[in-house]
Structure formats: structure tokens, C-alpha cells
């Protein structure tokens, strides 16, 4: 075999597997085998587990091989969540590690019912879902 051939021929079987490696998560989306049959929440104090599941979006139809940055994206629009990572663990789990915000204070806050509460405050003066009397 000529220099050229051998040549073409790696090129080729790179070609051939980047386009199978591109190609590998759409197709493994589909097997049952690795849909998500376990979430593990890591990080959370204030935020119970389930909570942040909800929130994510995860459900018992996603696969380890979605996209996960829309389950980040809706775990860091959650009032008590800074940042969030989400991986997998193979096969059917998914790990999301949460960086939560940090209550600094307790404010009154005056409901439409003209109901006054006490509720907890993060370092950027937003009220967060925590019930002082739980934590």
C-alpha cells in the first residue's frame, strides 16, 4: 500500500468515528436501559432532595444521554439554588450537585391577604422558599 492510501484510509476511519461518536447519544437515548431509574442530590440543606427533582425536570421518560442544560437551567431559577451541575453515572443514574444561596436574614413580608410573615432573605435581598419554623 502507497503512503496516500494508508493515509486516506486513517482519515477515513477518524472520519467514521467522530460521525459515530457524534451520532452514539441520540441512538442510546432510545434503550430502556439507560433511562433515569435514580436522581442523586447532592449539596442541598435548605432544598429537600425531591424538591430539586421536581424542579429539574428530570422525569421517568429522560435518558442519561439528554441534554442536561435545561435540568440546570431550571435548578438555577429556583429561588434557593445558585448553581447546580448535573452528570451521569451509568448506566440509569443521574448526579445533580446543588450550590445553594444562603439565608443572611429574616424579613417581613406582607402578603396580598394583608397577612404579614417572616421569611428569609439571600444576600441579594430576594425572599426565599424557607420556612423559618422547618430548618
Avoid: C
Avoid at 433515569?36 to 429537600?48: I, N
Avoid at 430539586?52 to 438555577?76: E, N, P, Y
Avoid at 440509569?92 to 410573615?117: D, K
Wanted: aromatic share 4%; no cysteine; proline share 4%.
Amino acid at each position: 500500500m502507497t503512503r496516500r492510501v494508508k493515509i486516506l484510509l486513517g482519515v477515513l476511519g477518524m472520519t467514521v468515528l467522530t460521525g459515530a461518536a457524534v451520532i452514539a447519544p441520540a441512538g442510546l437515548r432510545r434503550i430502556d436501559a439507560f433511562r433515569v431509574q435514580r436522581v442523586e442530590v447532592l449539596g442541598t440543606r435548605y432544598l429537600a432532595p425531591h424538591e430539586a427533582l421536581k424542579a429539574s425536570g428530570i422525569s421517568r421518560v429522560s435518558s442519561v444521554f439528554d441534554d442536561f442544560s435545561d435540568w440546570q437551567r431550571a435548578l438555577v431559577n429556583h429561588s434557593l439554588v445558585t448553581s447546580a451541575t448535573v452528570e451521569r453515572k451509568l448506566p440509569n443514574t443521574v448526579v445533580i450537585t446543588i450550590v445553594e444561596a444562603e439565608p443572611i436574614a429574616l424579613a417581613m413580608r406582607t402578603r396580598a391577604t394583608g397577612a404579614q410573615l417572616l421569611e428569609a432573605v439571600n444576600a441579594h435581598g430576594e425572599f426565599m422558599t424557607i420556612d423559618p419554623a422547618r430548618i
